[in-house]
């Protein structure tokens, strides 16, 4: 007898995204994927057959959700292991306590789900597989919800991350009512920032992301990457000890008081080292922009990949095939993403989440995209007759490095939803959201064959005025129907008056145009982008 196990990890998306430092969110994923791998290394040791994920080599991001077949085995036996493996990660969450403080365990105990279902494949593969997934969705219906404090929720002074549950760990001065000083004994410590109280949930992450990394403390350091690959920081030395402070707006006493930085330095030393870093930006030409990008996508209309509804083939062929090449994939995807360009944070079967230097955005969006075709939608077409393509949506959010990042990664996960709906959920798009300091968002979505032009169409536009832009949009913006043939008179007309013309570029600017809405965001676009980079 043939048994199918599924099991996932949750919450993942949640997990992630509330996040307040680069290093919370390295280390929430770095936690899921040793978890995942906890229970994997399980199933391996007791015969099972992968299906999903495939490859498990080291250095892969291991996706929360995993699909085992075992042969030979009595059904009792692989639910014992799937209750072997809820055991381990529950041992894996203590062990996360290094503090001792039970309420850093109660609340992990409390955030994390492990659902889990097991089906037996009877006369093929597919009918298992239907039953697993139907099974699965079953059990997250049902779930019984633990709650904290007796169904009553936690009262008292709430994280500072979340907002969710109770303080545990903080820094500074904060005041807590005498009750939770009581029961919930919070403690000082200095992971935690000046006047910052962290629940046991975002504890973990920042101290797991702590040990994990440390390359990478800051979005400001992603921004400054691409100057870092032709300066070497470590010249200087009072700046480098926080990113931040290579940005000229950041050095006041206050500051540097309140990082901590001061020591028996003054501020005039520190603008010393500052005009120093920036005569030599200026000598060198290198341009500084507080900007970075934040990248997220997933592999196009997975369910009904997985269902078979696209193909005629051996369906477990199918998914193990597939279930490899998006393996290697992601190591691929991985080594795209790295210094000077960015880092990913998480690259694992079919989803990826990175963070990119603006100056290689497109570069990188052009490199992840064909690696996909040549390593995943190529393979599969020439292996199995499929009725379309295999594609990804990627959602994209430029954002300042002083933007909250739990607010800029709920914008990206927004964009990458934007991508998928895109031209009737046509797929296989992006959509670009720009959060400016100002406050101003831009969102702007094309399909991914249209990535070229518009890197054309950016650098035709680079040193050019780029006033026609504006005075389109004054003119358009509120007309109901705009429809290319209007715009591209006045199109025309304005660039006729300024060096850029040409018919190439209005046939350019025509190729971008699916609305009038989408082809003014994409121009502002390119706007701020010819402005922030190099
Ligand atoms: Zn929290």
């Not at 998306?13 to 280390?27: A, H, N, P, W």
């Not at 990457?225 to 940005?247: A, D, G, P, T």
């Not at 939803?417 to 094309?446: D, H, M, P, Q, Y």
């Amino acid at each position: 007898m043939s048994y199918l196990l599924l099991f996932t990890i949750t919450p993942v998306q949640d997990f992630i995204v509330q996040s307040r430092k680069l290093k919370d969110l390295f280390g929430s994923s770095d936690i899921l994927s040793c978890m995942s791998e906890i229970g994997m290394k399980i199933c391996k040791r007791e015969g099972g057959e992968f299906i999903f994920p495939l490859l498990q080599e080291k250095e892969v991001s291991y996706p929360n959700r995993f699909l085992v077949e075992f042969k030979d085995k009595r059904i009792e036996e692989i639910k014992n292991i799937a209750k072997d493996i809820e055991d381990k990660l529950l041992k894996f969450l203590r062990g996360l306590n290094d503090l001792n403080h039970p309420k850093i365990y109660e609340h992990l105990e409390n955030y994390f789900t492990f659902y889990w279902a097991v089906s037996e494949i009877e006369s093929n593969y597919k009918s298992g597989f239907d039953k697993v997934e139907k099974l699965l969705a079953g059990a997250k219906n049902t779930r019984f919800f633990n709650q904290l404090g007796n169904g009553e929720g936690e009262k008292g002074r709430k994280c500072s991350i979340c907002g969710e549950r109770n303080v545990v760990i903080y820094n500074g001065k904060l005041k807590f009512p005498k009750e939770q000083y009581e029961n919930d004994k919070p403690k000082k410590n200095k992971i935690a920032q000046k006047n910052e109280g962290l629940c046991g949930v975002c504890y973990v992450k920042r101290r797991y992301g702590d040990v994990k990394k440390g390359k990478f403390d800051s979005t400001a350091d992603i921004a400054l990457m691409h100057i870092f690959e032709k300066v070497k920081r470590k010249e200087f030395r009072l700046l480098n000890k926080n990113s931040q402070l290579f940005f000229r707006e950041n050095l006041t006493e206050k500051y540097l008081k309140e990082q901590g930085l001061l020591g028996n330095k003054k501020l005039e030393d520190f603008l010393k080292e500052w005009e120093k870093f920036n005569k030599l930006l200026k000598e060198k030409n290198f341009k500084q922009t507080s900007y970075y990008a934040v990248i997220m996508f997933d592999g196009d209309s997975m369910g009904e990949w997985l269902s078979g509804k696209n193909l005629n083939a051996d369906i477990k062929e199918f998914h193990r095939f597939m279930s490899k090449r998006l393996s290697l994939y992601s190591m691929e995807a991985k080594e795209i993403v790295k210094f000077p360009k960015g880092e990913a944070v998480y690259a694992g079967g079919d989803d990826f989440l990175g963070f990119v230097n603006l100056n290689y955005l497109f570069e990188v969006l052009k490199d992840l995209r064909e690696k996909w075709d040549e390593i995943v939608n190529k393979l599969l077409q020439e292996n199995f007759e499929l009725k379309k393509d295999f594609t990804f949506s990627a959602g994209v959010v430029v954002a300042h490095y002083k933007t909250p990042l739990a607010y800029v990664l709920g914008k990206v996960r927004e964009a990458e939803k934007t991508a998928k709906e895109f031209n009737n959920k046509r797929k296989n798009a992006i959509t670009f959201t720009v959060l400016k300091r100002s406050g101003e968002i831009r969102k702007a979505s094309i399909g991914f064959e249209k990535l070229d032009n518009l890197v054309g169409v950016q650098k035709r536009l680079k040193n050019y005025s780029d006033s026609f832009i504006s005075k389109l949009e004054k003119e358009f913006s509120l007309m109901n129907e705009v429809d290319w043939y209007m715009v591209e008179v006045e199109l025309r007309r304005l660039l006729k008056k300024s060096e850029i013309f040409d018919d190439e570029i209005v046939e350019k600017l025509d190729n971008l145009f699916e609305n009038f809405n989408d082809f003014s965001h994409l121009l502002n676009f390119i706007k701020f982008l010819n402005r922030e980079v190099q």
